[in-house]
């Protein structure tokens, strides 16, 4: 069962009126936008994903609440072109929920999964070309370093990726359980004790495999622009490098430019136009309740001016 996580907070951050207009970025299946669409009830939900099976299941979710919603199946890169196309050039409030949603960790053959085997995926849109199985069969060695270091932050990279490069000699690499006693043979056992080997590797994989960090940059950069004076935008993050990507966005939306900060009165125009509001973490009894829950981190920002 899926739990959503921060729920509670992304409703009262998001400071939702009856007519608003809010875009959650990252569907999944329903858990924060289910909420959020019970609460404006004369305005509109618009939702982004790439996966038919969340979508199918939302859609089905959301007919039983209301009617004022449409869920659009593309990539949140795409944000301010699908918005635009339909008429809609501001809006109240955005939601990006960047976890991995629980039913996609569970499914086995999606291959998100280093608990479970599954062929070698990790595609959030299963009609993108590339995938796992891609990655780890094709890519060279520097180039599985770069993205083992990169986006999976991971110290033992170098050995991981050479012993990959060994195994593929003489067959492909297929499945997850395959890769992950891959990995395992390439680090210390004490390495080993301490966490699941093969976290980081396939956060870095998946990473790649979906482009997430450049989509979800220039998203959010999107997504500040398209912000009513008053709105709000909440963003989940579960590893540093999301987070970093947020916080500097953040900091610089909302801080006077340098080159002009010591100046006694700041002209109008370079005074920021937006407010960082929150950075808060789950409490004690979402993390009892919510293991996945662990390394969440929820920021948010409000447009305070025009420009």
């Known amino acids: 069962m899926h739990k959503s996580v921060l729920l509670d907070s992304c409703l009262e951050y998001l400071n939702l009126q009856e007519n608003s207009i809010i875009v959650d970025c990252t569907l999944g299946y329903g858990g924060h936008s289910s909420k959020i669409l019970e609460k404006v009830k004369k305005g509109f939900l618009y939702c982004f ?34 918005l635009n196309r339909r008429n809609i050039y501001k809006v109240d409030g955005v939601l990006f929920d960047l976890g991995v949603s629980s039913p996609q ?23 993108n070309e590339l995938s796992a199985f891609h990655v780890v069969n094709e890519y060279s060695c520097e180039d599985l370093v770069r993205i083992f270091r990169d986006y999976g932050e ?27 006693e891959i990995i395992k043979s390439a680090v210390p056992e004490k390495y080993k004790r301490e966490k699941h080997p093969a976290r980081k590797i396939f956060q870095a994989i998946r990473i790649e495999v979906n482009d997430e960090l450049n989509v979800f940059e ?21 590893h540093s490098l999301e987070d970093k990507i947020c916080k500097r966005i953040f900091k610089e939306s909302s801080t006077v430019d340098k ?4 100046m006694p009165i700041i002209p109008l125009q370079y005074q920021p136009k937006f407010k960082v509001i929150a950075s808060i973490t789950p409490d004690n009894n979402e993390l009892i309740e919510n293991n996945r829950s662990r390394s969440a981190k929820l920021r948010v920002i409000e447009r305070i001016k025009e420009g």
Do not use: W
């Open 49 to 82: 994903d790439q996966d038919v099976e969340a979508i199918n299941y939302s859609k089905e979710r959301f007919s039983n609440i209301a009617s004022n919603f449409e869920i659009i199946k593309s990539n949140f890169v795409n944000l301010k072109d699908e």
């Open 259 to 262: 080159a002009i900060s010591k």
């Open 154 to 180: 991971e110290k033992y990279a170098v050995p991981i990726a050479k012993k990959i490069i060994d195994y593929r000699q003489n067959k492909n690499i297929s499945t997850t359980l395959e890769l992950v």
């Open 218 to 238: 220039q998203s959010l950069i999107a997504a500040l622009k398209m912000l009513k004076v008053g709105g709000r935008i909440c963003v989940i993050t579960f």
């Open 105 to 127: 960790l569970d499914t086995d053959y999606r291959g998100f999964s280093f608990h479970k085997d599954a062929p070698l995926d990790m595609r959030m849109d299963l009609n």
